[in-house]
C-alpha cells in the first residue's frame, strides 16, 4: 500500500484533541479518534478510490503547531496528497480566522481557558452532504443511536485497500444505490429515510448544489439569511438544523436552540429555571456574528472529554459539570 506522510502547519492557539473532540463527528464514520495514539484518522475519497488519513501533534513554536499527516491507499497520484491536506484544513477549521472570537472568550468567565488548552476550532465533514445527512440522523433522537445510523451509513462507501472495514463516506448516489430498503432495515434511520433519499437525488439530480453552500458562505455579500432559507429547503432541515449547519460554514450568529440548549442555559444562566427561546437569545445577543460558537463551547466544557482535557493541562476555573452534559446531542428543536 502507498504512503507519504507530509506536515501541515495550524495557527495557535490550538491543540489537536480539543479539536478532534470539539464535535461528536469524530464519533461518526468516517473519522475516528485514536486516545492511546492521540491520533485522528480520517477516511477520505477520490473517485472510487479510498485513502487512509492520519494526523497527530508534531513540533510546537510560538506562533504555530506541526501537524504530521500520513496518507495511505492506493496511487497517491494527481494530487491527492494536495488535496487530502487542504481537506483537513477544512474539517478542522484552519482556513477560519477566529481572533475576534479569542478576544471574547478571554473576557468570558469559563471560555477563558479554550486558548490556554488550544481548544476553540470545530471539527466537520468537508462534504456539505455529507454534513447534512448526518445532521437529519441526528434530528429528534439521542446522540447514540444517531451514531449508529450515521456509522451504518458510512458502510457504503468505497473501503480503503487493505483495510475493509475503512469506508470513506458515500456520495448520494451510492446511498440511493442502496435503495430505501436498505436505508430503513440496515441502516434503521426511521422516517429519516425519506428526507435522506430526497437530498440524494435533489443532489444527484443537480437540482440541489451542497457544494454552493460553502461558496455562499465564504461571500462577505452574502446573508446568513439566504444561507439559511437554501438550509431550509432541504426537507427534514429545520430552523435548528439550519443553525447548526451554518456553523460548519463559519456562520455563527444564529442560535440552534434545542432542548440541549435549554437544559444548558437553565444549568449555567438562569439559576435552574427553564429559559424562553427570547431570554436564551437575550443571553447570547452580546456576542453577535460569534453567539452560536460562544453558546457552544459554553457547553463543551461541561462534556467528560472537555473535562478531561482540562485536567491533563491541570487548569482551573470552570464550574465543575454534574455529569450528564457529555456529549453533543441533538433532541427535539424547540
Request: aromatic share 6%.
Amino acid at each position: 500500500m502507498n504512503a507519504e506522510v507530509v506536515t501541515l502547519s495550524a495557527p495557535r492557539p490550538f491543540s489537536l484533541k480539543a479539536t478532534a473532540l470539539s464535535h461528536g463527528w469524530h464519533e461518526c464514520a468516517p473519522m475516528s479518534w485514536s486516545e492511546g495514539g492521540s491520533c485522528l484518522q480520517i477516511i477520505e475519497r477520490e473517485g472510487d478510490r479510498a485513502f487512509r488519513v492520519s494526523v497527530t501533534e508534531g513540533r510546537k513554536s510560538a506562533r504555530a503547531v506541526s501537524l504530521n499527516v500520513r496518507i495511505e491507499g492506493g496511487p497517491l497520484t494527481d494530487g491527492v496528497v494536495a488535496r487530502s491536506l487542504e481537506n483537513l484544513r477544512i474539517a478542522m477549521g484552519l482556513d477560519q480566522d477566529l481572533g475576534e472570537f479569542f478576544a471574547i472568550c478571554r473576557e468570558h468567565p469559563t471560555l477563558r481557558v479554550l486558548e490556554r488548552i488550544g481548544a476553540g476550532r470545530s471539527i466537520r465533514s468537508v462534504s456539505m452532504a455529507e454534513n447534512v445527512v448526518k445532521t437529519i440522523c441526528g434530528s429528534n433522537v439521542n446522540w447514540t443511536q444517531a451514531v449508529k445510523m450515521i456509522n451504518r451509513l458510512g458502510q457504503l462507501g468505497p473501503s480503503v485497500p487493505h483495510f475493509r472495514s475503512l469506508n470513506a463516506w458515500p456520495t448520494p448516489r451510492e446511498i440511493l444505490r442502496a435503495g430505501e430498503k436498505y436505508v430503513i432495515e440496515v441502516c434503521r434511520v426511521g422516517y429519516r429515510a425519506e428526507a435522506i433519499l430526497k437530498f440524494c437525488e435533489d443532489v444527484v439530480e443537480k437540482r440541489f448544489d451542497p457544494d454552493e453552500l460553502d461558496v455562499m458562505a465564504r461571500d462577505p455579500n452574502v446573508t446568513t439569511e439566504e444561507i439559511s432559507s437554501r438550509l431550509k429547503s432541504i426537507r427534514g432541515v429545520g430552523p435548528t438544523s439550519a443553525n447548526y449547519l451554518l456553523s460548519f460554514l463559519g456562520r455563527h450568529d444564529r442560535l440552534a436552540i434545542d432542548t440541549s440548549t435549554v437544559a444548558h442555559v437553565a444549568r449555567t444562566h438562569t439559576n435552574g429555571r427553564m429559559p424562553t427561546i427570547k431570554k436564551i437569545e437575550k443571553i447570547y445577543a452580546k456576542y453577535g456574528p460569534w453567539k452560536n460558537k460562544v453558546w457552544w463551547f459554553e457547553h463543551w466544557l461541561n462534556w467528560g472529554t472537555a473535562r478531561r482535557i482540562l485536567e491533563e493541562s491541570r487548569l482551573s476555573g470552570v464550574p465543575r459539570s454534574n455529569g450528564r452534559a457529555r456529549r453533543p446531542r441533538r433532541v427535539q428543536p424547540v
